[in-house]
């Protein structure tokens, strides 16, 4: 092997939902290294050096407590992306890799323009060796187009390039980065490859046990990660078509999630049956996934995969049908409240949340929405429906109108009260798991209401003998009436 280079200072590329809590905790874990966090984006930048740390761009338990014990001491965001690719010897990259929105592989293929950028700005920058981490994720073999533009300048300066996509969740990400199931690292299997590899084992073996810490060929870890999603999402998909089923027949999909977890080759986690998944990366993985493997002929698969996604939105449009076909065939005009904006709780992430696709079905049907979530902005939640309009894609969307801002803005409302969200609404749509819903006064909640009073449960969270027992008509996802 060659010499292992000790990384003494670190730029990551990218100040988001990934970069920002990872490159924290790397920093918290190993004061010794000096870690920069550069974006172009100027406005998260400042809010990541607010000194008011309500005001840090990403909501995440815990991430208040690590950033301030690193910043300053050995954590800095900066909008100077040049300083921080001159001044390292490792760089992450942790931009955003979005589903493609023009051109080929539209709707389907990640859009690797900004990998493309960061790949471009490093190779004119870098006047010494540097060690280059995929931390996005990415379709397999990206690694090699970014060897490509990095050797392409012929100044001399080596590039290494590993791969180490990120596995956290949102709303328990530095819970996630402190005990990782498995931090991941893919490289070349050359003695500088093997070199790079062993660099960025000796940063993670600052907080991590060398056992969970998985070495790979760079192809199988970009890979992995990509099948990490698909599955986690199939678990999703597959506990929510049985919850169709449950409410034909009467069964418990709680009961039968409980039931069928005890099976250690099955496991427990991830069973939750719910309105539908969301989040910045699965559905967005997955159509990845499908694309790789039109494009390698492989239909069957493709199709395999693909189902994942069509599920998910059968259950967000079996929701809102469900809300439609019980409140008489139509929503115009009835008030409806949304509890929770967010994909799950804990975070005021709302890519792809499962919220915007109900609301918007029940907006084409006229509904007058009464939206509170604690940590989603107003501006966030029209921003969302806006995006909506301008991007009708998916099986279900497509079919809907274009509508105006000025007509949405007209129907919807974003409350900071809970009450005040729920007073005189015919129906309420719980659609994300905050855990302050269950402890609201339902008593009052159901006085205030107009009767009958219905409460749609997309996540199962509250205490349905409760509500019931007050003289709330609930639904619930997968139990039968
Ligand atoms: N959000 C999540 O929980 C997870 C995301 N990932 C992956 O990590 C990657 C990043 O995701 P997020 O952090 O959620 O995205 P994000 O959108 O929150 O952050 C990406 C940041 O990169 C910046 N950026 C883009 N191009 C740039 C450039 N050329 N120079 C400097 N800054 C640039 C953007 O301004 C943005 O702030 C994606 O590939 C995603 O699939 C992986 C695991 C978890
Ligand atoms: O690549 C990523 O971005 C990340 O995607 C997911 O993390 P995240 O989307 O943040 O959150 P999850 O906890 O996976 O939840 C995703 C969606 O599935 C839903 N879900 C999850 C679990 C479940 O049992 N039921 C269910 O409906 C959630 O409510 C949420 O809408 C993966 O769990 C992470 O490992 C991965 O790093």
Redesign the pocket.
């Known amino acids: 092997m060659n010499e292992v280079k000790s990384i003494k200072n670190i730029c990551c590329i990218g100040a988001g ?2 970069g920002g809590p990872t490159m924290a905790v790397i920093a918290q874990r190993c004061p010794h290294i000096n870690v920069n966090v550069v974006d172009l984006n100027a406005q998260r930048i400042a809010d990541w050096n607010d000194a008011n740390l309500d005001k840090l761009p990403i909501y995440e338990p815990g991430l208040a407590d690590v950033i301030r014990d690193a910043r300053g001491r050995n954590l800095f965001f900066s909008t100077d992306v040049e300083k921080g690719i001159d001044e390292a010897d490792m760089i992450f990259i942790s931009v955003n890799t979005p589903t493609k929105t023009y051109g080929v592989g539209k709707g389907m293929a990640a859009d690797l323009k900004f990998i493309e950028l960061c790949a471009r700005q490093i190779a004119q920058v870098a006047k010494n060796d540097k060690i280059i981490v995929e931390k996005s ?1 990415l379709p397999v073999r990206t690694a090699e187009a970014l060897r490509t533009i990095l050797h392409s300048t012929g100044n001399g300066v080596n590039f290494d390039i590993l791969s180490s ?8 990400a530095i819970q ?1 980065l402190h005990n990782p199931d498995r931090f991941l690292i893919g490289g070349e299997q050359t003695e500088r490859g093997e070199a790079a590899v062993q660099s960025l084992v000796d940063i993670y073996l600052n907080w991590v046990p060398r056992e969970n810490i998985v070495t790979t060929r760079v192809w199988s870890s970009e890979l992995s ?1 990509l099948t ?2 698909a599955f ?2 199939q ?2 998909s597959s ?2 078509a049985i919850s169709a089923l449950c409410e034909k027949t009467g069964a418990d999909v709680d009961e039968i999630a409980r039931a069928i977890g005890k099976d250690s080759r099955i496991g427990a ?14 559905q967005k ?1 997955i159509l990845n996934l499908v694309y790789l493997c039109r494009h390698f002929n492989l239909r069957e698969v493709a199709d395999y995969w693909e189902q994942v996604i069509k599920m998910n939105d059968y259950q967000k449009h079996r929701f809102s049908k469900n809300i439609i076909d019980s409140l008489f065939n139509t929503v115009s005009g009835k008030k409806i409240a949304f509890l929770g904006w967010a ?2 709780k804990d ?1 005021n ?1 709302t890519r792809e ?2 919220a915007m696709y109900i609301a918007d079905e029940l907006l084409q049907d006229r509904a007058e929405i009464h939206v509170y979530d604690p940590k989603v902005s107003e501006e966030q939640i029209f921003a969302d429906l806006e995006y909506l309009q301008t991007h009708r894609v998916g099986q279900y969307v497509e079919q809907g109108e274009i509508m105006s801002m000025e007509e949405i803005r007209s129907l919807v409302t974003v409350h900071k009260d809970p009450y005040n969200t729920m007073q005189s609404a015919h129906a309420i749509a719980i659609l ?2 905050w855990d302050e819903f269950k402890t609201y006064d339902w008593e009052k909640v159901y006085n205030d209401m107009l009767k009958p009073a219905f409460v749609f449960d997309g ?1 199962n969270i509250v205490d349905k003998d409760q509500l019931d027992a007050i003289g709330f008509d609930v639904y619930n996802i997968g139990k039968g009436k």
């Not at 996509?165 to 328990?172: R, Y």
């Not at 986690?269 to 699965?282: E, P, R, Y």
């Open positions: 939902y990934v994720t996509p990120e596995f956290l969740a949102e709303g328990t996630d990660k990490a999603n986690l999402a678990r999703v506990i929510n986690k991830f069973l939750k049956s719910s309105v539908g998944f969301g989040g910045s990366c699965f993985d994909f799950k975070t992430d949340t499962a994300t798991e996540r």
